[in-house]
T-cell receptor, first 109, second 114 residues
């Protein structure tokens, strides 16, 4: 599984877009990019995943660069409830996920 | 209401005692997982099971044991051999869907040592 690098922490103003970057320069062709988040003292929650194309769902958008070496999770209108730790995971196959320390996003009123 | 239920929410262990954490899912998922999370850290895999009556050790299995007698249930026992059991324990499950790894998590059990 490819290693990922994320900033330790970020702030975002409420109502603005939150853009969370992730570097995965050693990603291989069949590895997916997954994003999860963990609100304090709760279990992680799946957000979105993608392989090559950009993806969007009701929670977020995922932008993957053409060379697939980095990606950005976009929360279009951040709310206070989006304050959480966000994990970027690169994985092939269907076994365990490796959750590193992620990015702690704080949404500021 | 489908989901993953972990119980209890809080658990206290005495010295030398074994304790069992419950994880039940009604999502009809094949695979189930146990993770441990220490303060400010990511999740580390303890055990996982891809099918009933089969399970595999994860990265930190020492001092823990599991069983998978039913598809819905994957209990974790923290044995007295686990010398530092204080942590947040998370159970997850995943449907059979080759190529995708979307796991669904319970609310966790916080274990402390008395």
């Amino acid at each position: 599984d490819a290693k990922t690098t994320q900033p330790t922490s970020m702030d975002c103003a409420e109502g603005r877009a939150a853009n969370l970057p992730c570097n995965h320069s050693t990603i291989s062709g069949n590895e997916y990019v997954y994003w999860y988040r963990q609100i304090h003292s709760q279990g992680p929650q799946y957000i979105i995943h993608g392989l090559k194309n950009n993806e969007t769902n009701e929670m977020a958008s995922l932008i993957i660069t053409e060379d697939r070496k980095s990606s950005t999770l976009i929360l279009p209108h951040a709310t206070l409830r989006d304050t959480a730790v966000y994990y970027c995971i690169v994985k092939t196959g269907a076994n365990n996920l490796f959750f590193g320390t992620g990015t702690r996003l704080t949404v500021i009123p | 209401d489908g989901g993953i239920t972990q119980s209890p929410k809080y658990l206290f262990r005495k010295e030398g005692q074994n304790v069992t954490l419950s994880c039940e899912q009604n999502l009809n998922h094949d695979a189930m997982y146990w993770y441990r999370q220490d303060p400010g850290q990511g999740l580390r895999l303890i055990y996982y099971s891809q099918i009933v009556n089969d399970f595999q050790k994860g990265d930190i299995a020492e001092g823990y044991s599991v069983s998978r007698e039913k598809k819905e249930s994957f209990p974790l026992t923290v044995t007295s051999a686990q010398k530092n059991p204080t942590a947040f324990y998370l159970c997850a499950s995943r449907p059979r869907d080759e190529g995708k790894n979307i796991q669904y998590f319970g609310a966790g059990t916080r274990l402390s040592v008395l």
